[in-house]
Nanobody, 125 residues
Framework: QAQLVESGGGSVQAGGSLRLSCAAS????????MGWFRQAPGKEREAVAG???????QYADSVTGRFTIYRDNAKNTLYLQMNSLKPEDTAMYYC???????????????????WGQGTQVSVSS
């Protein structure tokens, strides 16, 4: 059983919005210490946003002010609200966990050890 399962991806026009979800019911650390990453074709995986157990957040400069990471502990679900989408946001988006209960937010790739299978986001101009 996959520990982290993403959903909510799709195709949208520039300026539109999408909300990604990451179900973490099978993940022993719940929605503490998690993040979102993305990978476009031919590019390296890059950080999008992270959230800590204390609800601290960090964002990549490219998405600050447009994307919001948050979680619902009761539903064991992590979210990424994406507004004002741009064609350069097109990528496979991955949910990731740090395998720990306590932390502050991080967008450092090496801090993450558990990965979902990804959900595709395509933004057309």
């Amino acid at each position: 059983q996959a520990q982290l399962v993403e959903s909510g991806g799709g195709s949208v026009q520039a300026g539109g919005s999408l909300r990604l979800s990451c179900a973490a019911s099978a993940y022993m650390y719940g929605t503490n210490c998690m993040g979102w990453f993305r990978q476009a074709p031919g590019k390296e995986r890059e950080a999008v946003a992270g959230i800590g157990r204390d609800y601290s957040t960090q964002y990549a400069d490219s998405v600050t002010g447009r994307f919001t990471i948050y979680r619902d502990n009761a539903k064991n679900t992590l979210y990424l609200q994406m507004n004002s989408l741009k064609p350069e946001d097109t990528a496979m988006y991955y949910c990731a966990g740090r395998g720990r209960w306590t932390c502050t937010a991080s967008v450092t790739y090496g801090d993450y050890s558990i990965w979902g299978q990804g959900t595709q986001v395509s933004v057309s101009s």
